[in-house]
């Protein structure tokens, strides 16, 4: 059953936890109705239950978005459970270190399908919702979409992709009342940073190239970001790509 309909409500990928779950948390505090993807089934339902304790309308929706049928599922929960879709927050990424020449075949199309396919599928079908609600897309980059990153190509090459992706859903929609936007975070304190490492025998030097002299950002800086972007005062915001990389890319 449909529970009462929000003022506004958005699906966030990636939700369980680091970006995604800072996301949900930002987007609960501007009143926003949320049903959040992860695969990780328990790490969502936990963050659903904080959530819900703080008084937000949300709910866990554990499935693999590698799947197109999965996309649209979530799409369609949505709709069933708030009568309407007005954000889209493409934020679930996967990353994984290693030399391009040592990259097997299962890790590229995985890193390819979460990060590229997945938010295609799901953009295809929320765009015909998010045009009668005049809502808008937010795809989650990285600094790794704007310049080269040793020993991460593929997950580069997808970042890339989704950036290319943002910018024409922007061209093809230019005319209609929906708005697709990107942020590019740089290095940020979340799991996906901290429980990955380069290969033994990398080169620190070409890894320092794109570390940036700032530290980290916090999931909640970079959150913050997203959350203007996806909110009405960002009403003049259309096919852009911010960076919150600490300065990395600026020069």
Not at 46 to 54: F, R
Request: with cysteine; hydrophobic share 50%; aromatic share 6%.
């Amino acid at each position: 059953m449909p529970t009462q309909h929000p003022q506004r409500a958005a699906i966030i990928t990636g939700a369980a936890r680091g970006l995604g779950r800072a996301i949900a948390e930002a987007l609960a505090a501007q009143g926003v109705a949320l049903l959040l993807v992860d695969i990780l089934a328990d790490r969502l339902e936990e963050t659903c239950a904080e959530l819900k304790q703080t008084g937000a309308p949300a709910t866990a929706f554990a499935t693999d978005i590698s799947a197109k049928a999965n996309c649209t599922a979530a799409v369609e929960a949505a709709i069933a459970t708030y009568g309407r879709l007005d954000i889209l927050i493409n934020a679930a990424g996967l990353m994984r270190f290693n030399h391009a020449t040592n990259v097997p075949e299962d890790e590229f199309w995985r890193i390819m399908q979460v990060n590229a396919a997945a938010p295609f599928w799901l953009c295809q079908a929320a765009i015909p919702h998010l045009l009668q609600t005049q809502g808008n897309i937010v795809n989650v980059l990285s600094q790794s979409a704007l310049m080269g990153a040793s020993y991460i190509v593929p997950y580069s090459m997808s970042k890339a992709a989704l950036l290319q992706l943002t910018k024409s859903l922007a061209m093809e929609y230019a005319d209609k009342p929906i708005r697709i936007n990107a942020v590019a975070p740089g290095a940020m304190m979340t799991e996906i940073s901290t429980g990955t490492r380069p290969p033994a025998d990398a080169d620190f030097a070409k890894i320092k190239r794109y570390s940036g002299i700032r530290p980290p950002a916090q999931a909640a800086e970079v959150a913050s970001v997203v959350a203007f972007i996806a909110s009405p005062a960002a009403s003049a915001v259309h096919g852009a790509v911010w960076t919150a990389d600490c300065g990395v890319t600026a020069g």
